[in-house]
């Protein structure tokens, strides 16, 4: 006869943590190889960690260790915790966490951790039920875990973070040429993004050095903000009015970018002699687009200066 499947409350099947299901898990680690798709092995109970001590200790097919922090409870801060802890101390490269009832927010941060590192979390969850009048059976169901969407999410932080390093160190380096010839950008640090901004002297008027991966630039960019749209054009139109005087005084020719279906416009100069990708390049295109920045700020000052602009 075909009996139903009941829950029952899980600490009538395991009354103590760590005496009853740590050790019932230890000798049936199979269980969570049948959940997550993995062979481990060689499980052990309270692995020391320091002034810590794991619950489970295993070892994945490669021979990498794998911890376990078992809960019999709600999900908590101080577990997970506990978990990245133990996870750096026995330098593992997977961590399982099991629990009774998972916290919408652990859930969440373990995606995140996901995403956000080179290591493996996996968040399962652990009832207790039986069928028809048999003894207690643990059940255990992935929450979530790693998975190609969040390799790839963290694929991509990765190199996010590493462009934004690059950059970082792209923008130091040309600070430090910029300080010894101009006072333009004296008072900025070196940022993640693609540019560094300075006021040009007007509200809403700033000067920018720009970077991409194999270029620079530096332009005028003008912006007074929401509902401003005419005024940046009518700006911008006063200034290329002067253009040929403008470009003289530069010495070559600049991009002068209107940007009609945009509310801002600018007026600018790039180079093509390396970005934040080419750090062999760094210090050539660092000094041309210093003089550049130089060249510019000299070309636009007096009509700059020159302009009636409202308050922004």
């Known amino acids: 006869m ?10 009538e099947a395991f009354r103590h943590e760590a005496q009853d299901f740590t050790r019932w898990l230890e000798e049936n680690i199979d269980v969570v190889n049948d959940v997550l798709d993995i062979s481990l092995s060689n499980a052990e109970r309270e692995q020391s960690a320091g002034d810590f001590s794991v619950d489970i200790v295993a070892e994945d097919e490669s021979g990498a ?14 577990h997970l915790g506990k978990l990245i802890t133990y996870l750096v101390a026995m330098e593992a490269k997977t961590a399982i966490w099991i629990v009774s009832d998972p916290r919408p927010e652990h859930v969440s941060a373990i995606t995140w951790l996901n995403e956000s590192s080179t290591a493996k979390f996996y968040l399962l969850k652990l009832e207790a039920i039986k069928i028809g009048e048999s003894a207690p059976a643990p059940l255990l169901t992935l929450i979530v875990g790693p998975s190609e969407s969040t390799l790839a999410v963290g694929k991509a932080k990765q190199e996010f973070a590493e462009r934004y390093e690059a950059r970082r160190g792209f923008w130091s380096r040309l600070l430090e040429i910029a300080r010894e010839h101009t006072r333009l950008h004296a008072t900025i640090t070196p940022g993640k ?15 920018n050095y720009a970077v991409r991966e194999r270029e620079t630039a530096v332009e005028l960019y003008i912006d007074k903000g929401k509902n401003c749209d005419a005024e940046n054009k009518s700006i911008f139109d006063t200034l290329y009015a002067r253009r040929e005087e403008i470009e003289r005084v530069f010495g070559e020719p600049l991009e002068w970018q209107r940007l009609d279906n945009k509310r801002a416009c600018r007026i600018r100069r790039s180079y093509s002699l390396g970005g934040w990708k080419e750090p062999e390049k760094w210090d050539a295109a660092c000094a041309a687009t210093v003089e550049g920045m130089i060249h510019l700020e000299k070309a636009l000052r007096p009509h700059i200066r020159a302009l009636t602009i409202e308050a922004a």
Not at 66 to 78: A, F, P, W
Not at 193 to 207: C, E, I
């Open 2 to 11: 075909i009996q139903k499947i009941s829950r029952v409350p899980l600490r």
């Open 65 to 78: 260790r794998v911890i376990i922090e078992n809960q019999l409870e709600k999900s908590n801060h101080d």
């Open 193 to 207: 993004y693609h540019w560094l901004s300075t006021g040009a002297g007007k509200a809403g008027l700033a000067y």
